[in-house]
Structures are given as C-alpha cells and as structure tokens.
C-alpha cells in the first residue's frame, strides 16, 4: 500500500496530530501493518496502547512522526483494564465486555488464546508490539521516526529494533 499526505486541511478542535495513516485507537490490538509505504503526512501510526500489533518493513517518507506509541493502558485508561474495574464505567469496563462473550472457554478462547489469561500477563501494559525492519527519511522536514526511546519500549514488554534512517 501507498498511503500519503495524510494531513490536516483546517484548525482542528483537538491539538496534537490526529490524523494518521494507521490509527490504532484505545488499546486496540492485533493488528499488522506490513510493507507499506507512508509518506508526507502528518503521523504515519498512532499505536495506541495496544497488544500485539505488528509494524515490520514499512517505509515512512518526510512524515512529521512516523509512530507515535503510548501506554495509555497505564495510564488515563487504566481504570478500564484493570480486572476490578467498575461496574459504574459500563462499557468501558473491559472485564465486563470480556465476562459479556465468556472469553475464557470456546469459541472466544480458541479464536483469541491470548486472551484467555490477560489479567495474569501484565494487565494495561502495551506488550508483544513490534516496530521491526522499517525503513525512514527524513529528507524534506525535520520529523521523527518515533516518539519512545528503546528503553521505554522494552520496559513494555514491546520491541522496537533494527529500525533505519535511510533515503530511498
């Protein structure tokens, strides 16, 4: 896939970048972005907070960010991924939609067997995320090719490697 000049065209009511080419959202999780080409936009990948995402091979072009990586699960999301989490919070109590599709027995526990014990694998914690083998270039705007230093992405139980500044 080409994906490009993904970007703001008026103010936007909400600051920071919002538009991305892959936007993965509130935890969102076991998604693959592989061997695209991401170029002249605003952010390449909002990564969410979430588990198990892949982002291998890419080649990100003059965007202002190219990944952008937090842990909101661990942190202004934390009361919905937590296993005692309120009743109060309603949908946005994760337990309660998990408990609601009885993911610890079959068909939800086969399909999604990860799942099954995510309360006892570092609950809120963005782990088993990828950012591997991509390329960047930075050549036409002073951008970055990521918003977390590697230390930051271990201590998530995430890996972030062999990641390369070169113009194509």
């Keep these: 896939n080409n994906i490009s ?3 703001a065209t ?3 009511a909400q600051a920071g ?5 892959f936007y993965l959202d509130d935890q969102m999780s076991g998604w693959e972005g592989v061997g ?5 936009s605003q952010q390449g990948v909002l ?3 979430g588990r198990r995402n892949q982002f291998k091979n890419n080649y990100f072009e003059n965007n202002i960010r190219d990944i952008a990586f937090d842990n909101r699960g661990m942190t202004w999301e934390n009361p919905s991924c937590q296993e005692n989490c309120s009743a109060d919070l309603g949908t946005s109590c994760f337990r309660l939609a998990l408990e609601a599709v009885n993911y610890k027995n079959p068909p939800y526990s086969e399909r ?11 609950p809120c914690v963005p782990v088993g995320n990828e950012i591997v083998g991509n390329l960047y270039c930075h050549a036409l705007v002073a951008g970055e090719f990521i918003n977390r230093d590697p230390g930051t992405v271990t201590s998530w139980h995430s890996v972030l490697s062999n990641n390369t500044e070169r113009c194509l």
């Design 10 to 12: 008026e103010r936007l």
């Design 5 to 7: 000049n993904i970007l």
């Design 47 to 49: 990564l969410g907070g």
């Design 36 to 40: 695209n080409r991401i170029s002249n």
């Design 17 to 21: 970048m919002s538009q991305s080419a």
């Design 112 to 122: 999604f067997p990860e799942i099954v014990d995510i309360y006892e694998n570092h």
